[in-house]
């Protein structure tokens, strides 16, 4: 459910992106057999940056996801550097959209932290030390409270925060959530966007996420990709949503006049 990655598909390149810590794709590609999935997908992404992935349904966002994560065989290149230029391989949290899990499982989330991070059996009691572990993961995401409680019971947006508290242990340079804000109230997707917000202010994190909440992009996006197989427009929220590849796609005019 949640995955880092410490893979050797990532390069490491110390004088692009003029010395930021930066996450860069060029000219990526994706074939499954006969269907080509992602083709000449190029972009930098920069820590201390949110960035949402917006497109239609079958655009491609999840293969880019995987494929980021090194679960997919690429063409291109992928190349991860610190602004300090040392050679280091990146960490990315992952949180995948809508995890499936039995709601009727007695399981707390304390339980679930214990088994996922420390490899702990749930039939075990759960030493202290852990317990505090799960507490001081927990906050991060002001879910310190949920420790106790059944998965089953949590709301969506309790879930979303529980399960952004496991994508960052270990603390990871990128973060990536496919559509977090999916099953979420109103108050609860503020109280999300306000946190990530948060979270990428205080670690310095490059977050990568899919939404189709275009509503929401002006208020907590720095930028915004348009994938569709390829990526048709990368700038500020105002600049996709009032362009003409954006109107094109999903048949919507948001903007001031298509640009």
Not at 41 to 55: K, M, N, P, R, Y
Not at 57 to 77: R, V
Not at 227 to 252: C, H, I, M, N, W
Request: charged fraction near 25%; charge should be negative; aromatic fraction near 6%.
């Amino acid at each position: 459910m949640i995955f880092h990655n410490h893979e050797d598909t990532f390069g490491v390149e110390g004088e692009s992106c003029h010395g930021l810590c930066c996450l860069r794709l060029e000219d990526v590609g994706v074939t499954v057999g006969e269907a080509q999935l992602l083709h000449d997908v190029s972009f930098h992404l920069h820590c201390g940056e949110i960035t949402a992935l917006i497109g239609p349904n079958g655009a491609g966002k999840s293969t880019l996801f995987k494929t980021i994560l090194g679960q997919l065989p690429h063409s291109g290149t992928i190349q991860f550097h610190r602004a300090d230029g040392k050679a280091q391989r990146p960490v990315i949290g992952y949180v995948p959209q809508s995890p499936a899990f039995d709601r009727g499982d007695p399981v707390s989330v304390l339980d679930f932290f214990a088994a996922a991070v420390e490899r702990w059996p749930v039939f075990l009691p759960i030493p202290p030390k852990i317990r505090a572990r799960a507490e001081q993961c927990l906050a991060r995401t002001h879910a310190q409270g949920l420790l106790d409680k059944r998965l089953g019971t949590l709301s969506g947006g309790e879930l979303q925060r529980f399960l952004m508290a496991l994508a960052l242990e270990p603390l990871p340079h990128i973060l990536i959530l496919d559509e977090p804000l999916s099953g979420v109230d109103v108050e609860g997707e503020k109280q999300l966007l306000d946190m990530l917000d948060e979270l990428r202010r205080t670690y310095d994190l490059s977050i990568l996420l899919s939404t189709h909440d275009f509503a929401t992009l002006e208020g907590y996006a720095d930028k915004v990709l348009l994938l569709k197989t390829t990526l048709l427009r990368e700038g500020s929220p105002a600049e996709v949503l009032e362009s003409r590849e954006f109107r094109d796609v999903f048949r919507l005019d948001l903007g001031r006049g298509a640009r």
